[in-house]
């Protein structure tokens, strides 16, 4: 065969296949065709399905835990959401709840335990310095009041003979004026001395000095038995010696007055006059240290202010709540007679608590007062209480080689209730307060092999998956070594309903 057949040949053959690859290549090309449609509708329907119920929308971020014990660094990819409907975070009842807090095993190896008491300095009696019939008692065991509320309503036969006594002041203090006015007038006549008048304003003097010493000395007699400085015997004693003071000046003035009239017809000396004018400063200080006791006593100054005539005298007086608290003892019952100076309640304000720790005695050289403390209570899981040292106690009990350690701490919405059992941790006993964060182990879910919390975000249907590490258990409540944050937003119950939803939409994840 020749050259020019065989090229020929050669042609033929590359035109034929040159035709057979035209042929094979239309099956590619629809192939290729019908796979980029495939593709285009799965990310439509991808697409579409974004916004249903329990999508899972995958963030690229992935956080490094440290050190998990084992040598090993854990590097996990996290920070998904869940959405849900809003109106499905009700009704699947997920329950959101904040991050709690607790000391560190190793702080808390260097802990005492102790009992809540009130603040002693905030404890403040309810006294009647009345004695008398309780015609009502409107203050309840553990109620809470506010200062000037009524606790109860006293009837008494002291309070009508107080403000008896105080409108005759008033009628006193009004004589000795009209008297001072009138010896002014006559001094300028013709001065004369009147030895009877000397004498008894001399006397008058001695003793208005020996019921002011008296009467100072009653007042503080009151206060010092209210706090219990005193004993109630001591109290009567300068009660009696105030009440014969009283009859003292009272005789003292009757005799001054009879002098006076029978110096009337006589002009009065400059020494008179004097006399006089003495007299009104009494009889006016007198009748101000009677509406004190009026006040005091506990009628209003509006009342005391418009006592003019007996027919206005009253037999009731409420009783008050001195400060704003709460009644944490009542002795007191309607239709009880009562002495004066009687404790019927006690109002404490509970805003602030005392925990009184037992401390051993070789701790106590490294408590200083004033150094910080953490407190915990079995009560409240995850709460964490700070306070300070306020007072060591200098004796040590021999039967168990304590000494009282008191510490004081804000107690705020009053939950930490007196008798209470807590756990005291002291930060100068040699390590500084460290804390762990601390979830109800229902918070937890498991995922890829690992746990994971739902963390709540500013949008109440959406939520975050943090995988987190976590420490041991205690009281039901359960230590996270990393991933969270003391305060943070969780889903403490109902996580698993948010996992089936993740799961559902993503099967991957297991």
Same mark, same amino acid.
């Given at each position: $065969?020749?050259? #020019?057949?065989?090229?020929?040949?050669?042609?033929?053959?590359?035109?034929?296949?040159?035709?057979?690859?035209?042929?094979?290549?239309?099956?590619?090309?629809?192939?290729?065709?019908?796979?980029?449609?495939?593709?285009?509708?799965?990310? /439509?329907?991808?697409?579409?399905?974004?916004?249903?119920?329990?999508?899972?929308?995958?963030?690229?971020?992935?956080?490094?835990?440290?050190?998990?014990?084992?040598?090993?660094?854990?590097?996990?990819?996290? #920070?998904?959401?869940?959405?849900?409907?809003?109106?499905?975070?009700?009704? %699947?009842?997920?329950?959101?709840?904040?991050?709690?807090?607790?000391?560190?095993?190793?702080?808390?190896?260097?802990?005492?335990?102790?009992?809540?008491?009130?603040?002693?300095? +905030?404890?403040?009696?309810? %006294?009647? =310095?009345?004695?008398?019939?309780?015609?009502?008692?409107?203050?309840? /065991?553990? @109620?809470?009041?506010?200062?000037?509320?009524? /606790?109860?309503?006293?009837?008494?036969?002291?309070?009508?003979?107080?403000?008896?006594?105080?409108?005759?002041?008033?009628?006193?203090?009004?004589?000795? +004026?009209?008297?001072?006015?009138?010896?002014?007038? =006559?001094?300028?006549?013709?001065?004369?001395?009147?030895?009877?008048?000397?004498?008894?304003?001399?006397?008058? *003097?001695?003793?208005?000095? !020996? =019921?002011?010493?008296?009467?100072?000395?009653?007042?503080?007699?009151? *206060?010092?038995?209210?706090?219990?400085?005193?004993?109630?015997?001591?109290?009567?004693?300068?009660?009696?010696?105030?009440?014969?003071?009283?009859?003292?000046?009272?005789?003292?003035?009757?005799?001054? &007055?009879?002098?006076?009239?029978?110096?009337?017809?006589?002009?009065?000396?400059?020494?008179?006059?004097?006399?006089?004018?003495? +007299?009104? @400063?009494?009889?006016?200080?007198?009748?101000?240290?009677?509406?004190?006791?009026? /006040? =005091?006593?506990?009628?209003?100054?509006?009342?005391?202010?418009?006592?003019?005539?007996?027919?206005?005298?009253?037999?009731?007086?409420?009783?008050?709540?001195?400060?704003?608290?709460?009644?944490?003892?009542?002795?007191?019952?309607?239709?009880?007679?009562?002495?004066?100076?009687?404790?019927? $309640?006690?109002?404490?304000?509970?805003?602030?608590?005392?925990?009184?720790?037992?401390?051993? !005695?070789?701790?106590?050289?490294?408590?200083?007062?004033?150094?910080?403390?953490?407190?915990?209570? &079995?009560?409240?899981?995850?709460?964490?209480?700070?306070?300070?040292?306020?007072?060591?106690?200098?004796?040590?009990?021999?039967?168990?080689?304590?000494?009282?350690?008191?510490?004081?701490?804000?107690?705020?919405?009053?939950?930490?209730?007196?008798?209470?059992?807590?756990?005291?941790?002291?930060?100068? $006993?040699?390590?500084?307060?460290?804390? $762990?964060?601390?979830?109800?182990?229902?918070?937890?879910?498991?995922?890829?092999?690992?746990?994971?919390?739902?963390?709540?975000?500013?949008?109440?249907?959406?939520?975050?998956?943090?995988?987190?590490?976590?420490?041991?258990?205690?009281?039901?409540?359960?230590?996270?070594?990393?991933?969270?944050?003391?305060?943070?937003?969780?889903?403490?119950?109902?996580?698993?309903?948010?996992?089936?939803?993740?799961?559902?939409?993503?099967?991957?994840?297991?």
């Amino acid at each position: $065969m020749s050259e #020019e057949n065989n090229e020929k040949i050669l042609d033929d053959a590359d035109t034929g296949k040159g035709h057979a690859a035209k042929r094979n290549r239309k099956p590619l090309f629809i192939g290729l065709a019908v796979a980029g449609i495939m593709i285009a509708g799965a990310l /439509l329907l991808w697409l579409l399905r974004g916004g249903e119920v329990g999508q899972a929308v995958p963030t690229p971020r992935t956080v490094t835990f440290g050190d998990n014990g084992s040598g090993q660094t854990t590097e996990t990819t996290a #920070e998904q959401t869940v959405t849900i409907q809003p109106d499905q975070v009700e009704k %699947i009842g997920l329950k959101i709840e904040t991050v709690g807090e607790t000391l560190s095993s190793e702080v808390m190896a260097l802990a005492a335990t102790g009992v809540v008491q009130s603040n002693a300095y +905030k404890e403040t009696p309810v %006294i009647s =310095l009345l004695g008398g019939v309780l015609r009502s008692v409107r203050g309840e /065991l553990g @109620q809470d009041v506010g200062r000037g509320q009524t /606790l109860a309503v006293i009837f008494s036969d002291e309070l009508a003979a107080s403000q008896s006594r105080y409108l005759a002041l008033q009628t006193e203090a009004q004589t000795a +004026k009209q008297n001072y006015d009138r010896t002014a007038r =006559l001094v300028k006549i013709s001065p004369v001395s009147n030895a009877e008048l000397d004498q008894a304003m001399a006397r008058l *003097k001695t003793v208005q000095a !020996e =019921l002011e010493e008296n009467r100072k000395r009653y007042e503080r007699s009151v *206060k010092l038995v209210a706090i219990g400085a005193i004993s109630r015997e001591e109290l009567e004693q300068a009660t009696t010696k105030y009440r014969a003071s009283e009859a003292d000046v009272i005789e003292a003035k009757r005799r001054y &007055d009879r002098g006076v009239q029978v110096a009337e017809i006589n002009p009065v000396s400059r020494s008179e006059f004097e006399q006089a004018a003495v +007299k009104r @400063q009494t009889a006016e200080s007198d009748l101000v240290t009677a509406r004190q006791r009026l /006040l =005091l006593l506990g009628l209003s100054p509006q009342k005391v202010n418009s006592l003019r005539s007996p027919s206005q005298i009253t037999s009731e007086v409420s009783l008050t709540a001195p400060i704003s608290g709460t009644i944490t003892k009542r002795d007191a019952n309607q239709g009880e007679v009562i002495e004066a100076n009687k404790e019927l $309640m006690r109002v404490t304000n509970l805003s602030s608590v005392w925990a009184i720790a037992q401390v051993f !005695e070789k701790d106590i050289s490294l408590l200083r007062v004033g150094s910080g403390a953490s407190v915990t209570t &079995d009560s409240y899981n995850g709460k964490l209480f700070r306070g300070r040292v306020t007072y060591i106690d200098p004796n040590i009990a021999p039967e168990t080689r304590t000494a009282q350690v008191r510490v004081e701490l804000d107690n705020p919405g009053q939950i930490l209730k007196i008798g209470m059992y807590v756990n005291i941790a002291f930060g100068s $006993m040699g390590n500084a307060e460290r804390t $762990m964060p601390t979830i109800p182990p229902s918070a937890v879910q498991n995922m890829n092999d690992k746990q994971v919390v739902f963390v709540a975000t500013d949008k109440p249907n959406v939520f975050v998956v943090r995988y987190v590490r976590l420490g041991e258990e205690n009281n039901g409540r359960v230590t996270v070594l990393e991933g969270l944050n003391v305060g943070d937003k969780i889903v403490g119950e109902g996580g698993f309903l948010l996992r089936a939803e993740l799961l559902k939409q993503n099967p991957t994840h297991h």
